[in-house]
């Protein structure tokens, strides 16, 4: 059972090579996308024009055996349009007719959501249900959403003219705000070769939905320390400048306290260690750690955390709040027991 267990993760790793066949220099990126995939979350891809968000995402639906949907996001774009409408049907045998629910593109295991800030808030609404329930509700019915589901959204953080910014309670719905930068010059000059020549390296399809779930599976019994999820959940409640601070958790960093509006939910602490357990995992480690929560904290926070008039006056990014987090919250030790317990789950 271990050797198949050990298959399986292999073929997860291979899975970041396969995308990387199509998308250069961004390894964290891809590594970020697959944490998203098998922690069973969804992810908002933020970056310039020209980065390949769209070609990452694509990528990640032929590197796997899940049905792929790309929905470009628009301003007429309906709600109906996205999960699917009923239709007055007529059954040619007896003339009778009768209601039909026509499944929309949300009926996938990947749906590409792309320039998902392009759309009105009444359609950007209409994937709540879907990303937080796993199904969609139509004419009075449920239709459950096949499983694995992920939404993989794209957003272009620079052009606003034409754009509906998403609101907080669909925020909060992503796992991670996965950001692209622009690669290195010896990276772009790699690109420019791939894209101009005449031939495009063919990615395998390396797992199927089954093993997705199986590693999901996985993902949700990696041990956790008690002194891991205190780690977690100290920086998240960190962020909540409106709230005191628990006790032995010592002063909120200045950066916190000086920048930050409004902070992260409980969805963030959750998101957080399953986050750093899909790390443990891809790392081949027995446990998450505190470095997995470190790994996985700018992702999960940083489209949570809303900072005030004096971050944007002095151009604080969340990223450089998040930074003097990491630096200033103490990760406490295990206790005694606590080892105890993890050396009988590991055994």
Do not use: C
């Not at 298959?7 to 970041?16: F, I, N, Q, T, V």
């Not at 628009?74 to 007529?90: F, H, M, N």
């Not at 000086?258 to 959750?270: I, K, L, N, T």
């Not at 986050?275 to 443990?280: G, L, N, Q, S, T």
Request: glycine content about 6%; proline content about 6%; cysteine-free.
């Amino acid at each position: 059972m271990n050797e198949e267990v050990d298959a399986l993760l292999e073929r997860a790793k291979r899975l970041e090579a396969e995308i990387e066949k199509r998308v250069l220099g961004q390894s964290e990126v891809v590594r970020q996308l697959l944490i998203t995939l098998i922690a069973g979350g969804h992810a908002l891809v933020r970056g310039v024009p020209g980065l390949a968000k769209t070609l990452l995402v694509r990528a990640l639906g032929e590197a796997t055996h899940l049905s792929f949907k790309r929905v470009q996001f628009t301003p007429d774009l309906l709600p109906s349009d996205i999960t699917g409408s009923e239709v007055l049907d007529e059954n040619s045998a007896d003339g009778k007719r009768a209601f039909r629910f026509l499944k929309g593109p949300v009926f996938v295991n990947l749906l590409l959501a792309d320039e998902v800030n392009r759309t009105a808030p009444k359609t950007q609404a209409a994937l709540l249900e879907a990303m937080a329930e796993r199904q969609v509700s139509v004419g009075g019915l449920t239709y459950p959403l096949p499983a694995p589901f992920a939404v993989l959204a794209t957003q272009n953080p620079i052009e606003q003219e034409g754009t509906y910014p998403l609101p907080e309670a669909q925020l909060d719905r992503f796992m991670f705000e996965i950001k692209i930068g622009y690669p290195t010059e010896a990276d772009e000059l790699a690109i420019i070769k791939r894209t101009t020549g005449t031939s495009l390296n063919d990615v395998e399809a390396i797992l199927s939905g089954a093993d997705i779930e199986h590693i999901q599976k996985l993902v949700r019994a990696v041990p956790v320390p008690d002194h891991v999820l205190r780690y977690a959940l100290r920086l998240v409640r960190t962020t909540r400048v409106k709230e005191p601070m628990d006790g032995g958790g010592g002063a909120r960093p200045k950066m916190v306290t000086d920048y930050v509006g409004w902070g992260a939910g409980p969805r963030a602490s959750e998101y957080m260690v399953l986050a750093a357990k899909a790390k443990a995992l891809l790392d081949g480690a027995t446990h998450a750690t505190p470095e997995h929560v470190r790994a996985v904290a700018k992702p999960v926070l940083r489209h949570r955390i809303l900072t005030n008039f004096n971050a944007e006056a002095d151009q604080v990014t969340t990223d450089a709040i998040i930074d003097a987090m990491l630096k200033d919250v103490p990760v406490e030790g295990a206790s005694a027991l606590e080892k105890k317990q993890m050396d009988a789950a590991m055994r």
